[in-house]
């Protein structure tokens, strides 16, 4: 792995160290300065003709506050996004729901590097980055440009972008204290300019803390380390971060509803502290009480896993028209969630420990050739990739010992054996073509961009029969002589799809701006389409699935004054065959997905900003949302409607949801309470499981104490509101988190 890595850096910095001109004039990151008063928390910069948000580096420090981790609890206040979390710093991930919209169809990206998993979308916030390092996130609500490099974009997209080295030498340290015994400590050395141009940057993370409720730590640890690399050689600029994350994360238990529906009794309800030992031999497990005890033991849920990201752009400025950029990138993950079940053989009950590994291998490049004219800016650009997931689960009976201890059993005589629950992989292979077109102030005034895109995406998911197969360390078990597919549960599929996107703004006055935004996106089925009747194959099954698509429509106005920033907008969503789970009402046991018809959705959303004094800013947003199914799903066996959810609201999609932050500086004290209220949500397709709204006030304090030392303070739920957080939504039984209850934090952070 490290061979890899190093050989790739080296592609990276040798392939672009060639070419040696007169230093050409790029624009630079400044370096920081403290504030004298607050600013409003939305980047002011040249409207364009689309609905989005971005959020930058100084109010992003401040909305993770002293303890944040995961990066999206930074950009929470804005329009029509829900930000939960399992614990108060966001350091088990969580969800992210964007007009209702969850985060697999979301388009994820760093530094224009995507994000998402390349088998089910989904993505890991607390994974990508150090808040510390991050210099904006940008949230694009519903159009989302046809230059992107996202097959999942259906709802929208976030972009993150990487600080990169200063100009000058610097050395940042931040340690950070909280309840729950967390600690985080952050470390960043910036070079400076060094010779030919060169800057860089390096920094090193570690944090850790105990689960709020239950055993465990969350995490036991976190270690992220970054690198980031500039140069400017005359014509050739090029840059390229490296960012490596590992962690190990005891689980959060889920409720089911009747719990959900008592907070009183159930808000710390978690996993077992200890095993029990069930007698005889300590591994029957017939005796109903300890059985369920141990199967819910805490060590049996755990989430270990590595992560490395590389990413470089090289600009070559061909002619002062023409230009090549060249974005290569490598996505490396390696991953292991933890349950344990149980199972019966020869009439007696027995527990199984199994182990679900995710290893991706995801490399991929765009290439885009920029011609400039006075009739604006056209981009002809090709992204590639070709990501490779190996997932595969191994289960180990389970013996306990008298001292509560335990050890895996792994082909051992005279017990249950061990066995493999599935060994599969997916290569998923995407080349997408694009042109883009943008003509800014166009006649003065008028602002255009369009773009259209062929996106094909390939999908080749191989099951392999797993009897009799020996337990092996790491993924070897792929290079095993007697590995077999089943081509039964093993298929082969290619999505096509052109998309077209347009945008359009028009600056009525200095401060009046309305734009309409239009966009076609898809999202190819998950890898995993469930467990089949046994009179069919996984390939009739593909070959029914439809991809979801959606097309969207944004009208809003931006009115950008000196003190004041406001942007009322309304938006419809046209979302064609929406992918959800069923059980098939023959056979409850057989889970699978099916299109679920269209889904109309539709709202208002208003976000203002404003600065009435010196000391004071504002900003707010309200959203309304409607997302509704308006047909029904269809089982493989009857091909008959089954679910009966026409009409019914999509899950954990709250129809109002309202936030403010309130930013006021006194004594040199920068004083930011807020406030988010999240309106009542279901937890089913069904619309059975409903879960209460809830109002959440959180504060945050920072203070500069020295020229090179800042003071921050932070408390998330400041009046220990009970409430549901994240939902795992489901056909007819969702899976509910407790929110994290008050919690504070402090730092200090220094700048030399």
Same mark, same amino acid.
């Given at each position: 792995?490290?061979?890899?890595?190093?050989?790739?850096?080296?592609?990276?910095?040798?392939?672009?160290?060639?070419?040696?001109?007169?230093?050409?004039?790029?624009?630079?990151?400044? @370096?920081?300065?403290?504030?004298?008063?607050?600013?409003?928390?939305?980047?002011?910069?040249?409207?364009?003709?689309?609905?989005?948000?971005?959020?930058?580096?100084?109010?992003?420090?401040?909305?993770?506050?002293?303890?944040?981790?995961?990066?999206?609890?930074? +950009?929470?206040?804005?329009?029509?996004?829900?930000?939960?979390?399992? *614990?108060?710093?966001?350091?088990?991930?969580?969800?992210?729901?964007? #007009?209702?919209?969850?985060?697999?169809? +979301?388009?994820?990206?760093?530094?224009?590097?995507?994000?998402?998993?390349?088998?089910?979308?989904?993505?890991?916030?607390?994974?990508?980055?150090?808040?510390?390092?991050?210099?904006?996130?940008?949230?694009?609500?519903?159009?989302?440009?046809?230059?992107?490099?996202?097959?999942?974009?259906?709802?929208?997209?976030?972009?993150?972008?990487?600080?990169?080295?200063?100009?000058?030498?610097?050395?940042?340290?931040?340690?950070?204290?909280?309840?729950?015994?967390?600690?985080?400590?952050?470390?960043?050395?910036?070079?400076?300019?060094?010779?030919?141009?060169?800057?860089?940057?390096?920094?090193?993370?570690?944090?850790?803390?105990?689960?709020?409720?239950?055993?465990?730590?969350?995490?036991?640890?976190?270690?992220?380390?970054?690198?980031?690399?500039?140069?400017?050689?005359?014509?050739?600029?090029?840059?390229?971060?490296? $960012?490596?994350?590992?962690?190990?994360?005891?689980?959060? &238990?889920?409720?089911?509803?009747?719990?959900?529906?008592?907070?009183?009794?159930?808000? &710390?309800?978690?996993?077992?502290?200890?095993?029990?030992?069930?007698?005889?031999?300590?591994?029957? !497990?017939?005796?109903?009480?300890? &059985?369920?005890?141990?199967?819910?033991?805490?060590?049996?849920?755990?989430?270990?896993?590595?992560?490395?990201?590389?990413?470089?752009?090289?600009?070559?400025?061909?002619?002062?028209?023409?230009?090549?950029?060249?974005?290569?990138?490598?996505?490396?993950? #390696?991953?292991?969630?933890?349950?344990?079940?149980?199972?019966?053989?020869?009439?007696?009950?027995?527990?199984?420990?199994?182990?679900?590994?995710?290893?991706?291998?995801?490399?991929?490049? +765009?290439?885009?050739?920029?011609?400039?004219?006075?009739?604006?800016?056209?981009?002809?650009?090709?992204?590639?990739?070709?990501?490779?997931?190996?997932?595969?689960?191994?289960?180990?009976?389970?013996?306990?010992?008298?001292?509560?201890?335990?050890?895996?059993?792994?082909?051992?005589?005279?017990?249950?054996?061990?066995?493999?629950?599935?060994?599969?992989?997916?290569?998923?292979?995407?080349?997408?073509?694009? +042109?883009?077109?943008?003509?800014?102030?166009?006649?003065?005034?008028?602002?255009?961009?369009?773009?259209?895109?062929?996106?094909?995406?390939?999908?080749?998911?191989?099951?392999?029969?797993?009897?009799?197969?020996?337990?092996?360390?790491?993924?070897?078990?792929?290079? !095993?002589?007697?590995?077999?597919?089943?081509?039964?549960?093993?298929?082969?599929?290619?999505?096509?799809?052109?998309?077209?996107?347009?945008?359009?703004?028009?600056?009525?006055?200095?401060?009046?701006?309305?734009?309409?935004?239009?966009?076609?996106?898809?999202?190819?089925?998950?890898?995993?389409?469930?467990?089949?009747?046994?009179?069919?194959?996984?390939?009739?099954?593909?070959?029914?699935?439809?991809?979801?698509?959606?097309?969207?429509? *944004?009208?809003?106005?931006?009115?950008?004054?000196?003190?004041?920033?406001?942007?009322?907008?309304?938006?419809?969503?046209?979302?064609?065959?929406?992918?959800?789970?069923?059980?098939?009402?023959?056979?409850?046991? %057989?889970?699978?997905?099916?299109?679920?018809?269209?889904?109309?959705?539709?709202?208002?959303?208003?976000?203002?900003?404003?600065?009435?004094?010196?000391?004071?800013?504002?900003?707010?947003?309200?959203?309304?949302?409607?997302?509704?199914?308006?047909? $029904?799903?269809?089982?493989?066996?009857?091909?008959?409607?089954?679910?009966?959810?026409?009409?019914?609201?999509?899950? $954990?999609?709250?129809?109002?949801?309202?936030?403010?932050?309130?930013?006021? &500086?006194?004594?040199?004290?920068?004083?930011?309470?807020? %406030?988010?209220?999240?309106?009542?949500?279901?937890?089913?397709?069904?619309?059975?499981?409903?879960?209460?709204?809830?109002?959440?006030?959180?504060?945050?304090?920072?203070?500069?104490?020295?020229?090179?030392?800042?003071?921050?303070? *932070?408390?998330?739920?400041?009046?220990?509101?009970?409430?549901?957080?994240?939902?795992?939504?489901? @056909?007819?039984?969702?899976?509910?988190?407790?929110?994290?209850?008050?919690?504070?934090?402090?730092?200090?952070?220094?700048?030399?």
């Amino acid at each position: 792995m490290t061979k890899r890595i190093v050989l790739l850096s080296g592609i990276f910095c040798v392939g672009v160290a060639i070419a040696q001109e007169a230093p050409r004039i790029k624009i630079q990151v400044q @370096e920081e300065k403290e504030r004298e008063a607050p600013e409003i928390p939305v980047e002011r910069k040249k409207a364009k003709p689309k609905t989005e948000t971005t959020v930058k580096e100084k109010e992003l420090q401040r909305g993770t506050g002293a303890g944040g981790v995961n990066v999206f609890r930074a +950009i929470e206040l804005t329009p029509s996004l829900n930000v939960q979390t399992d *614990d108060a710093y966001g350091l088990g991930g969580g969800s992210v729901r964007l #007009r209702g919209f969850d985060n697999t169809q +979301i388009g994820i990206s760093i530094d224009d590097m995507p994000l998402n998993d390349s088998g089910n979308f989904a993505i890991y916030p607390h994974q990508y980055a150090d808040v510390e390092n991050l210099e904006s996130i940008t949230i694009e609500r519903g159009a989302v440009s046809k230059k992107s490099p996202f097959y999942t974009e259906v709802g929208g997209a976030i972009r993150i972008r990487t600080k990169p080295p200063a100009n000058e030498f610097g050395i940042t340290i931040f340690p950070k204290f909280g309840t729950n015994e967390f600690r985080k400590y952050f470390f960043r050395v910036d070079t400076g300019r060094l010779p030919f141009g060169i800057r860089a940057f390096g920094s090193y993370s570690h944090t850790e803390a105990d689960k709020w409720k239950g055993p465990g730590k969350h995490p036991d640890f976190r270690d992220h380390y970054t690198i980031g690399i500039t140069q400017n050689l005359g014509r050739l600029f090029w840059e390229f971060y490296y $960012d490596k994350n590992t962690q190990l994360n005891y689980f959060y &238990r889920g409720l089911n509803y009747q719990q959900a529906q008592n907070l009183d009794q159930f808000r &710390r309800f978690d996993y077992s502290p200890s095993l029990i030992f069930p007698g005889g031999n300590g591994l029957v !497990h017939n005796n109903q009480t300890i &059985r369920d005890n141990n199967v819910a033991y805490y060590k049996f849920y755990k989430n270990p896993y590595d992560n490395q990201q590389l990413r470089a752009n090289v600009e070559l400025d061909i002619t002062n028209w023409l230009k090549l950029t060249f974005k290569p990138y490598m996505w490396i993950g #390696r991953g292991s969630g933890t349950s344990a079940t149980t199972f019966t053989s020869g009439g007696n009950t027995y527990i199984a420990f199994r182990e679900s590994f995710n290893y991706t291998d995801r490399p991929g490049a +765009i290439l885009n050739l920029n011609f400039k004219s006075s009739y604006g800016e056209f981009t002809l650009g090709y992204w590639y990739e070709r990501a490779e997931l190996k997932q595969w689960q191994p289960s180990f009976p389970v013996r306990v010992q008298p001292d509560g201890s335990y050890t895996l059993l792994i082909n051992t005589l005279g017990t249950p054996s061990f066995r493999y629950n599935y060994i599969q992989k997916t290569i998923t292979t995407t080349n997408t073509p694009f +042109i883009f077109y943008e003509a800014p102030e166009l006649l003065g005034r008028l602002d255009i961009n369009a773009g259209i895109r062929f996106a094909q995406v390939k999908r080749e998911f191989t099951n392999y029969n797993t009897t009799g197969l020996p337990y092996m360390p790491e993924d070897d078990i792929f290079d !095993h002589p007697n590995l077999t597919k089943d081509p039964r549960l093993s298929y082969s599929k290619t999505y096509r799809k052109v998309l077209f996107n347009f945008g359009v703004g028009y600056k009525l006055t200095d401060h009046i701006y309305p734009y309409f935004a239009f966009s076609q996106n898809f999202r190819v089925p998950p890898n995993f389409i469930g467990t089949i009747p046994n009179n069919v194959d996984a390939q009739f099954v593909i070959n029914q699935l439809k991809p979801e698509e959606s097309v969207n429509y *944004d009208l809003g106005v931006r009115f950008d004054f000196d003190k004041l920033y406001v942007v009322p907008a309304i938006y419809y969503t046209d979302y064609k065959n929406r992918l959800i789970r069923i059980a098939d009402p023959n056979d409850p046991n %057989l889970v699978y997905l099916r299109n679920a018809g269209k889904v109309k959705a539709y709202g208002f959303e208003l976000e203002v900003g404003a600065k009435p004094f010196k000391d004071l800013s504002l900003y707010g947003s309200y959203s309304y949302n409607v997302a509704e199914f308006k047909d $029904d799903c269809t089982t493989l066996s009857t091909g008959n409607p089954v679910c009966g959810i026409s009409g019914n609201q999509v899950p $954990d999609t709250p129809k109002h949801m309202f936030k403010l932050g309130i930013d006021y &500086r006194i004594f040199g004290f920068n004083i930011r309470p807020s %406030l988010q209220y999240i309106g009542s949500r279901y937890g089913t397709v069904d619309n059975k499981q409903k879960v209460s709204s809830y109002t959440l006030i959180n504060l945050s304090v920072d203070r500069r104490i020295t020229k090179n030392f800042t003071l921050y303070f *932070d408390v998330i739920n400041l009046t220990d509101k009970k409430y549901i957080g994240r939902i795992s939504p489901g @056909e007819t039984s969702g899976t509910y988190y407790v929110g994290a209850p008050f919690t504070f934090s402090v730092g200090l952070r220094g700048r030399f």
